[in-house]
């Protein structure tokens, strides 16, 4: 950790503490305490900061706190954290705190984000479009992203997905193949007590798609003092794209841009019938 992040550490926490405070005093304590914990969970590059944006416009309709924390299984210089420290991270969410999270579909986080205190969101995307996403991250916006180097190492945009595909390991360097990726994730989409979204229809069918996560909340005993539909309206205004380090273009469909037949193929031999179990094809004649 940098002396940078210890030093901005004890400010966040007492920022958290101060904003529960005020939630407390404006919609009341035991409104508060009767609050689910409510977590945001994606695959990296599939909407977890588009999800994040509009479960943090909660705090606009009630007594929600957005602790300002980095996802709960990264630490404060985005490294990856031990699955301790991870529970303890989520055990230390209080009624009505709204996170994020990268967490693979095992336990014990099954468990506790399946517990009666919680109401938890997944979101997950056309794999060909994450792929997309995740190779102009690595290449061109973070420079110390590990594959930044062997992908500009490639001479073009095939071969990196080819690689983003199927996977490498070398010397300094690994990355999973894009199937084994989605596999400890799948199984969020078996979880009745979780909210799957996907990230497409957070872009074309926003209206409904968000009008669904308020009946979820709303089967966690939760309440608003506005219509549905402004509340629909309050969490659209919280979506900014643009404030999100990440954010590139986020454009359903945009791999038909990229993909080659040859990627196209790699993917088809790579990835089975991923696509038909996400709902994104009916059949491999794609």
């Known amino acids: 950790m940098s002396l940078y ?35 945001g969970n994606a695959m990296p590059k599939s909407g977890s900061h588009l999800l994040s944006q509009v479960l943090v416009g909660l705090t606009q309709l009630g007594p ?19 699955e301790k420290m991870v529970l303890e ?23 506790e984000l399946t517990a009666e205190r919680a109401s938890t969101f997944f979101v997950y995307r056309d794999p060909r479009d994450m792929l997309v996403s995740h ?6 916006l973070n420079p110390s992203h590990v594959m930044h180097a062997f992908y500009n190492r490639l001479d073009s945009m095939e071969e990196r997905l080819n690689v983003s595909i199927e ?17 400890h994730y799948l199984g969020w989409l078996e979880q009745s007590d979780v ?29 608003f003092d506005v219509s549905k539909d402004e509340a629909v309206r309050t969490l659209t205004k919280a979506i900014e ?16 841009e990229h993909f080659t037949s040859e990627n196209i193929t790699r993917f088809k031999n790579a990835t089975g019938d991923l696509l038909q179990r996400l709902g994104y094809e009916k059949d491999s004649d794609w």
């Open 5 to 39: 992040t210890e030093i901005k550490q004890p400010i966040k926490m007492l920022r958290w503490r101060m904003r529960r405070s005020a939630a407390a005093r404006r919609y009341g304590a035991d409104k508060l305490a009767d609050m689910p914990v409510v977590i």
């Open 64 to 82: 929600f706190v957005n602790p300002g924390m980095p996802p709960l299984n990264r630490s404060k210089d985005n490294e990856k954290l031990s």
């Open 89 to 111: 991270r989520l055990r230390e969410l209080q009624p009505g705190d709204v996170a994020y999270a990268y967490l693979h579909a095992r336990q014990p986080f099954l468990r």
């Open 135 to 140: 190779v102009f991250y690595a290449s061109e």
């Open 167 to 183: 996977g490498v390991t070398e010397t300094g360097v690994e990355l999973s193949p894009i199937r084994r990726k989605f596999d």
């Open 195 to 223: 909210l799957s979204l996907r990230f497409e229809d957070l872009i074309l069918k926003r209206d409904s798609t968000l009008a669904s996560l308020i009946d979820h909340l709303a089967n966690k005993g939760v309440s």
């Open 241 to 256: 794209p643009r404030k999100s380090g990440t954010f590139r273009r986020g454009q359903p469909g945009e791999w038909r």
